[in-house]
């Protein structure tokens, strides 16, 4: 299910620091400018924007400080 690309990662701990998950791309078109620049977090770790880690059979993709989910073609 993942391409060299993406990261795999283990399910998000509650006590480290994690952004917050969103449903599929098409469901998430509103950005905050603030957030323009803001990359994303997954157990403290950071991700830059467009990157992707895999947990749990789903691919989630780093866009404007939050993951949102996509396909792992």
Do not use: I
């Not at 060299?4 to 480290?16: C, E, F, G, L, Y």
């Not at 917050?20 to 400018?33: F, H, I, K, L, Q």
């Not at 950071?46 to 993951?67: D, I, P």
């Amino acid at each position: 299910m993942s391409d060299k690309n993406t990261v795999n990662v283990d399910p998000a701990d509650p006590a480290k620091k994690t952004s917050e998950r969103a449903g599929p791309a098409a469901d998430e078109a509103t950005v905050s400018m603030e957030l323009m620049n803001e990359n994303c977090f997954w157990n403290d770790r950071e991700f830059k924007l467009g990157q992707r880690v895999s947990v749990g059979g789903k691919c989630y993709e780093c866009s404007f400080g939050r993951w949102l989910e996509v396909d792992d073609d």
